[in-house]
């Protein structure tokens, strides 16, 4: 297991420097000028031209990429055009409450779209079962940020239970920390739990035909037994697939959430490094971006022997 | 390697990564009323006020750093750091005299090598600061208080132009960090002004931090806008960037911010309907709506097609679709300045009064030699005042029987493209979108966008020699009357070679919670005079 876990690491630096070529090529083509925007509205060509110089950017396509990637070897994401800040202190800064958000919407999703999609797989057919998926449909269907709206109007503005916005560190406790995610982790999770739901009572409803399930019964074994023991853990595979792709689609919501709920994490400040044309920021949070999805499919896999112990490398 | 293991590991990697170097300090109950949550205008994405110009530095920088002189509410420049200041008859040397007490934020005094050295970066960067070393002789420091400007010829708007808010302002700093290349971004944010710039609890794009300096000595004058008595009365000020307007808005009803810059004109309504909030205009000097035509390229390179274009504008279109129905947010401006400031002028700004006469303007725009050749439109999407100018335009054009290639993109893309001096068709363009802060507008110093000496002047390169002499004719006038003359036949001539086309005037709000008083109108946001209470 240990040899397979090194020899995909290592198969990650190939993926890696591709996303790295891929990325500074597109960002060297794009449109858009950084010191454009640093000099202001009001500079001359002249200024723009003499920031340009300053931060290195008339250099070559190939000297300006050779020396990125010498950096990145040697460890260092490079420096802000904007803020002078490392990269990997702006990335660190933000890492946390976006950290803090995906945990929270991943805990919640699996605290309620699997039991959705067993008790719907449990129920196939029924009311309950129609519900449960008409609920999914709906979930998939809304766009985060009118969730998002919906949830402050009513939670924040109305009833005054939560905030409507910011971000308090775990260190400053628990209650402060949980209440400014409650209401994003709900927004960014409706998609997810959706689809999960979904997953979870396509696989189960599987698994239900089985023989053995017939067989427990059979035994005189109860319901809950059944479904959550004998059946789930059958079914478990397609859902860890599920949950660990949807990784990408919590870093693509996160950026719309942190928007409307104002959480300074990484999703906005791609957004601003993009709107800005600040790349060693777009390059470092793409990188960051890139290399968390390769990990996550690597964990997918380790579950994988954990959840079924037939799976073995 | 089991289950257990794993998910042991995997929860203890969460942990770690949730509570480790992510702390900002609490505040505490008590310090809360001592603390003013501020909502700015755009994210304070760099700190360096001479390197970068955007106005949100601007308005941060005037709370860490001070100035020598500060205009007041009624545009004249005050002393402020300065004692006071002599000029030769001749008007060529200049000897000023620092106030004494001026300390730095780590309590070194401000000497006049820091002001020269703040100064020499300053001018490097400013357009009057560049007028100012094209005649300068010498900028010395003569003792630790006093130093010496001298030049080769007279300069009489030299107090405006160390007193102006007009980005790049002449702030004082250290002549450590002052001694930074213009063209390089400071590193160090040791300040000379009210406020101390908590440069460890800055990320930038999200939140910035500001706490009051204990040994900063206001002056005894009453405050107005840069001038006077700065006194800060809270501990700290949070700059808590929201890039969603309507969370803003949430926010500042839910009493989680304080005070909020600029709301958007649709959720006003909101905001007015809460017996918690105030609402008012914040900038009495508004912005000047703009779009600006390529005199290099046809068919904005000939006069009648620039012509044509004005003669059909109607202003009253842009307005309301920019601010909707609230007539106190706008009015027509048939001038090039901010209308309610002392050289204000509509000589020649006929062409934008009365009916609107598209028959008349298409004709003229046959008799320039316009076929049909397409007009590259640049309009940003991202940004909600030149959407609606963008769109305005291009139903204008149409009307006007020309080919509008729209190309709608991000501000960022218009930026770099509006540099572009190549043809239309390769990568340049023929018009953008724009607007002008009113504060810029107030006469001919930092106004770059009236300038039109062609190749230097501002995006569309317009000439208009005419113009360009009145420039010169305002910033050798002697007193406020010779100023007005200048100014009215330069806005004349401005108009008779259409240097751009203003597409009126706008003011925007600004909300604050009933608990928070003090707050004046001004071209920035004041936070000295704010208080708040629990």
Redesign the interface.
């Known amino acids: 297991?240990?040899s397979y876990i090194l020899r995909r690491v290592v198969a990650t630096l190939p993926v890696m420097a591709i996303v790295a070529l891929f990325v500074f090529s597109l960002l060297y083509i794009a449109?858009?000028?950084p010191a454009?925007?640093?000099?202001?509205?009001?500079?001359?060509?002249e200024?723009?031209e003499?920031?340009r110089?300053?931060l290195g950017l008339d250099r070559p396509f190939l000297i300006q990429f050779g020396s990125w990637v010498w950096r990145i070897l040697h460890g260092d994401l490079g420096t802000?055009i904007?803020?002078?800040?490392p990269v990997s202190t702006?990335i660190?800064?933000?890492?946390?409450?976006t950290?803090?958000l995906m945990?929270i919407t991943l805990l919640l999703t699996i605290v309620v779209a699997v039991p959705l999609g067993v008790v719907a797989a449990w129920k196939a057919g029924s009311l309950i079962d129609r519900a449960i998926m008409g609920f999914a449909v709906f979930g998939f269907s809304l766009p985060v940020f009118v969730v998002g709206?919906v949830l402050?109007?009513v939670f924040?503005?109305e009833l005054?239970w939560l905030?409507?916005?910011?971000y308090?560190?775990?260190?400053?406790?628990f209650w402060p920390w949980l209440q400014n995610l409650i209401l994003p982790a709900i927004a960014l999770g409706c998609v997810y739990i959706a689809l999960v739901a979904r997953i979870t009572r396509a696989a189960m409803l599987e698994v239900l035909q089985q023989d053995y399930i017939r067989t427990a019964k059979a035994k005189g074994m109860g319901q809950s037994g059944i479904l959550f023991i004998h059946a789930l853990k059958n079914a478990a595979v397609p859902i860890v697939t599920v949950i660990g792709l949807g990784i990408a689609l919590l870093i693509g919501g996160a950026v719309v959430t942190e928007?409307?709920?104002?959480i300074?994490g990484l999703g906005?400040?791609t957004?601003?490094a993009i709107?800005?044309?600040?790349y060693p920021v777009i390059q470092g949070i793409v990188l960051l971006f890139s290399f968390v999805y390769v990990l996550v499919n690597l964990m997918i896999d380790?579950?994988y022997t954990?959840v079924d112990p037939r799976i073995r490398y | 390697m089991d289950r257990r293991t794993v998910l042991k590991g995997l929860a203890g990697a969460s942990g770690l990564a949730l509570t480790g170097g992510l702390s900002a300090p609490a505040i505490a109950q008590g310090a809360a009323a001592r603390t003013l949550r501020f909502v700015p205008q755009a994210n304070l994405a760099n700190f360096d006020p001479i390197w970068g110009t955007q106005y949100v530095v601007r308005n941060a920088a005037a709370l860490v750093w001070d100035t020598l002189y500060g205009v007041d509410s009624s545009l004249v420049p005050q002393r402020q750091m300065v004692e006071s200041e002599e000029v030769t008859d001749d008007g060529m040397t200049w000897t000023f005299k620092l106030r004494s007490g001026l300390k730095f934020h780590d309590g070194t005094p401000v000497l006049s090598k820091d002001v020269v050295a703040s100064l020499n970066r300053w001018a490097a960067r400013d357009p009057m600061g560049l007028m100012l070393k094209a005649i300068q002789q010498e900028l010395t420091a003569v003792d630790d208080r006093t130093f010496k400007w001298v030049l080769k010829q007279p300069f009489p708007k030299m107090l405006y132009a160390l007193g102006k808010n007009n980005s790049p302002v002449a702030f004082i700093m250290p002549e450590r960090i002052a001694q930074t290349d213009p063209f390089k971004q400071i590193t160090d944010y040791v300040g000379s002004g009210p406020m101390k710039f908590a440069t460890g609890e800055w990320v930038p794009g999200a939140k910035a931090v500001f706490e009051k300096f204990a040994d900063y000595v206001p002056r005894q004058e009453k405050v107005s806008w840069l001038a006077g008595g700065k006194q800060i009365l809270v501990d700290r000020i949070e700059w808590i960037v929201m890039p969603d307007p309507a969370t803003a808005a949430a926010a500042l009803q839910n009493g989680e911010i304080d005070w909020w810059e600029n709301p958007i004109a649709d959720l006003v309504p909101v905001l007015k309907k809460n017996k918690n909030i105030s609402v008012d205009i914040g900038d009495p000097l508004g912005n000047i709506g703009s779009f600006r035509m390529n005199f290099l390229y046809p068919p904005f390179n000939d006069v009648r097609a620039r012509r044509a274009v004005l003669m059909a504008l109607s202003q009253e279109d842009y307005m309301r679709a920019l601010v909707g129905d609230d007539e106190t947010l706008w009015k027509p401006l048939p001038s090039y300045f901010t209308p309610g400031t002392p050289l204000y002028t509509e000589t020649g700004g006929e062409i934008l009064k009365g009916k609107r006469d598209i028959d008349a303007a298409k004709k003229l725009l046959a008799e320039s030699g316009y076929s049909g050749q397409p007009v590259t439109c640049l309009v940003a999407q991202d940004q909600p005042i030149t959407k609606a100018f963008g769109d305005v335009t291009a139903d204008l054009l149409k009307k006007l029987g020309m080919n509008v290639d729209f190309v709608a993109t991000d501000w960022g893309t218009v930026g770099s493209r509006r540099a572009q001096k190549t043809p239309p068709g390769q990568g340049g363009w023929n018009m953008f979108h724009t607007w002008h802060a009113g504060a810029d507008c107030i006469n001919p110093a930092p106004y770059t966008a009236i300038r039109a000496n062609g190749d230097k002047a501002w995006f569309g390169w317009p000439t208009s020699a005419n113009t360009e002499k009145e420039v010169t004719a305002w910033f050798d006038a002697k007193n406020l009357d010779e100023e007005k003359a200048a100014v009215s036949r330069l806005n004349k001539a401005a108009f008779e070679d259409v240097v751009y086309a203003p597409t009126g005037f706008f003011l925007s709000y600004t909300a604050w919670r009933k608990n928070v008083s003090g707050i004046t109108k001004g071209p920035l946001p004041f936070f000295w005079g704010v208080s708040k209470t629990a």
């Open positions: 297991m240990l449109p858009g000028d454009v925007v640093i000099a202001g509205d009001q500079a001359s060509p200024d723009v003499r920031i110089q300053s802000s904007f803020t002078n800040l702006m660190g800064q933000r890492l946390g409450p950290l803090s945990v709206y402050a109007y924040a503005l005054e905030p409507v916005q910011g308090t560190p775990l260190t400053d406790g928007s409307v709920f104002a300074p906005r400040l957004i601003d709107l800005r044309r600040d380790v579950i954990l």
